[in-house]
């Protein structure tokens, strides 16, 4: 049902290489609107250089990435942005010295009519923004490199939601976060996928993905091993995927694919 | 009760313990800023007792002010430079070849070559124009090679060092140029570069209601937000300090007279009774110190009110995550180092009209007390770090601890020894109070 529909963004056989390393070997990966699909894969699949190039954080050597159907030029991450791609990276990009407010806003400032910055409008909003993500954030005052883990994650993730994002990535969203906190994120999902955004959540942890995804995308050594929607198949069976690149009967092999 | 709460919010102030606290919490005073201003206030006492009272007076604090204009002018620049983790060793020799391109232009281009003839009413601004279009040409090729060609600030200014200082030689083949435009020569003080009583009084006022009125729209603009307002009591501490400190500056500019004899023959050419023990007519504020004041306040205004300054800080402190947002880094870089090669040009003028004359080694070393006054001022070379208030203050240390060694009689080595001492010093108390802010 799902998948007969235009997807949102369409990846297909993206490479890359960094030196001799192929980070990423002919990977081919769809989102629809609405959908969750979690990109699973041990340290060093190649997860994050993948949804890289769609952040437009790095340029693809070969391969194509289509927005609701049409060709994408994605070069830089202000591109991205443009098409309405939001990316909460793994290493926390934060501007570390700045304040929360100043974060949210980066590159994409309230002015005034005189063009000057309006800081007080800016703030008012992150505290709307931020209270509705995390009641008990007080700090907006303070450069967010004097904030915990857990509270830089959180104006991590407000950033990428407070320009409507129509798909957003997450990757490793939860790594730096208590159970607690994991657990709010967890609603987040649910709450922004219900308001119709594609959502790439990346993870190492098949615990993590399993109960939030539509389907999983499975990558090792830069290709993908298969995808399969999360009704189809069991967590073991993932967990096969991600460790020995074995594909059960309910999922679809990709090129990273070991045949019996 | 939550309601409450949102409506009143509370100021932090009023959690503070001892009274210090509350006052700095209430008035929301940099520490940092208020250490350095107590700093230079030991520096200037102590300065004063040693040289028998030769520091604070308004002769010697007015000829401070014009001397620190020029590097006051420039450390502006190197702020935002710093803060973006690059560095400029070629501002000296940047200067050098400004001064000298606006002094051919002033002698000889405008008024031989085209024309004009000397002492046109035009040439000192066209001259100044001339300057500034070759320093922030020169600003924004070093910034492309650094921005888009990679190679370190570092090397690239160093580079640029060499280059432009040669490049000044060539000029006039080592010549010197002298003098300069009378017009021009305004911008660098003296009794007909400064503006006199009357005007000193203006701008004075006018700063006074300058931070008056800044003070009202910030408690305006936060009653909007409804943000926690500052204590009453506070705001008005800091009106009264800040117009205090600007009529002390102009009432200690129009103490210090003209030199007698100057007087003596102003008051001839302008027919005027010259009284008994000779005629006082003020200095005022200088010309080259209004440039500095106006400089400060343009990039206090970029660093701290536009979407490049607060740009340029977020690069500072995580390049790679203000790329990811979306932000043009290497444009921002470009333009950076475009208007470090701009305020070069002001300073050259500056330096120039003061010296009445270029020359080949105008601006030599200016780099390092460039470098050494934003880095006292508080700008931090780990990047991210630094305001220009600061970096102002810097300068002004900088300077004070010079002219008060000149006063004491410090032979010019020991006077390098010891502000060398000083910044190292410096940098060190600035690293203990970061360890313990964060
Ligand atoms: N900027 C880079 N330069 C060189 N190698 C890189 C770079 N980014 C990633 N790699 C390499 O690409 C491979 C995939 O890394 P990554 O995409 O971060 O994996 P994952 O996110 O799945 O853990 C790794 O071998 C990593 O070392
Ligand atoms: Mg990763």
Known sequence: ?260 | MAEHALSSPVHPSSHARNALQRFLSATEVDTRLLGMIGALAIIWVGFNIFSGGLFLTPRNLWNLSVQTASVAVMVTGMVLVIVTRNIDLSVGSILGLVGMVMGVMQTSFFPVQLGLGLGHPLIWVLSLAVGLAVGTGIGALQGVIIAYLRVPAFIVTLGGYLVWRGAAWWVTAGRTVAPMDSTFQLMGGGPGGSVGAFWSWVVGILACVAIVVGLLLGRRQRQRFKFPQRPVWAEVVLGVLGCGATIGAVLIANAYPWPTRIAANFAEANGLDVPEGGLFISHGIAIPVLMAIGVGVVMTFLATRTRFGRYVYAMGGNPEAAELAGINTRWVTVKIFMLMGALCAIAAAISTARLNAATNALGTLDELYVIAAAVIGGTSLAGGVGTIAGALLGAVVMQSLQSGMVLMGLDSPLQSIVVGIVLVFAVWLDTLYRRNKY
């Open chain 1, 1 to 260: 049902m799902l998948d007969t529909s235009t997807p949102l963004v369409e990846m297909t056989d993206i490479s890359i290489s960094f030196g001799g390393i192929r980070a990423v070997d002919q990977a081919s990966i769809t989102l629809h609107k609405g959908e969750v699909v979690g990109l699973l894969g041990h340290n060093g699949a190649g997860k994050s250089t993948l949804i890289k190039i769609l952040s437009g954080a790095y340029k693809r050597d070969t391969g194509d990435i289509r927005i609701d159907g049409a060709p994408a030029t994605i070069n830089n991450p202000r591109d991205a942005k443009g098409y309405g791609i939001e990316t909460i990276y793994q290493q926390l990009a934060v501007a570390d010295n700045v304040d929360a407010a100043a974060n949210l806003f980066l590159g994409r400032e309230m002015v005034t009519p005189l063009g000057t910055l309006d800081d007080a409008a800016m703030e008012s909003k992150a505290r709307e923004v931020m209270g509705r993500l995390n009641p008990n954030f007080r700090r907006f005052k303070e450069p967010v490199k004097a904030l915990s883990g857990g509270q830089r994650q959180s104006v991590a993730i407000a950033r990428a939601i407070l320009f409507n994002a129509r798909i957003l990535i997450m990757d490793e969203p939860t790594a730096a976060l208590g159970p607690q906190e994991t657990a709010q994120v967890g609603d987040l999902i649910k709450q922004l996928k219900s308001e119709g955004i594609g959502i790439f959540l990346i993870s190492h942890d098949i615990h993590d993905v399993f109960d939030l995804a539509d389907r999983v995308v499975v990558m090792k050594n830069g290709q993908v091993v298969g995808e399969a929607k999360t009704t189809d198949v069991t967590k073991d069976e993932v967990l096969g995927m991600i460790i020995l690149g074995k594909v059960p009967p309910g999922a679809t092999p990709g090129p990273g694919a070991i045949r019996e």
